[in-house]
């Protein structure tokens, strides 16, 4: 990810954890880091950190998978896996994605967002349009951010008012 990517990535996410905290004062949020390997980090690692090499996203699912048959039970936690990404990933890795994900709504979580981040790009990656052919479930939020201006529209979009928790 490049400095505009991190920027709307870490901005997004500072407003997601703020708004959750303020709304729900027993939320627990786990952060997920990727490149070729997902690794947990703390939140503080999340905000400061640098780049990696490579970029295989099922890595990042499959560790959202994992932590939901381990810690986050989708019947007793109400789970809402948001992925960033610059829209990079290995073409052979994108129906591994699509697999992950359609697992994790089978288990009832409440939402996935992927959130592609690509300053003027304007355009879907081979990721976000395989997802968008594939996942047809209205729990699955596919977002493409081009512009800072575009970051409280995508809040919106994954947040909606009129939606409450389960």
């Known amino acids: 990810m490049g400095e505009f990517e991190k920027y709307v990535t870490r901005a997004f996410c500072w407003w997601t954890a703020s708004f959750l905290r303020t709304k729900y004062p027993k939320v627990d949020i786990a952060f997920i880091a990727h490149d070729t390997q997902a690794y947990e980090v703390s939140e503080e690692q999340f905000f400061s950190r640098g780049l990696g090499g490579g970029t295989k996203c099922s890595s990042a699912n499959q560790m959202a998978l994992d932590m939901m048959s381990t810690r986050y039970l ?24 699509v697999e992950l994900i359609q697992e994790m709504l089978e288990r009832d979580i409440s ?20 997802y968008r052919r594939n996942l047809h479930d209205e729990r699955f939020k596919g977002l493409l951010i081009n512009r800072k201006e575009d970051v409280l ?3 919106k979009k994954v947040f909606p008012a009129d939606t409450g928790g389960r």
């Open 74 to 97: 989708p019947d007793q936690y109400n789970v809402y896996p948001l992925h960033f990404s610059d829209g990079d990933n290995y073409s052979s890795d994108n129906a591994h994605c």
């Open 111 to 130: 939402q996935y967002a992927y959130i592609q981040i690509g300053q003027g790009q304007g355009r879907e990656s081979q990721l976000l349009s395989a």
């Open 153 to 155: 529209t995508a809040l």
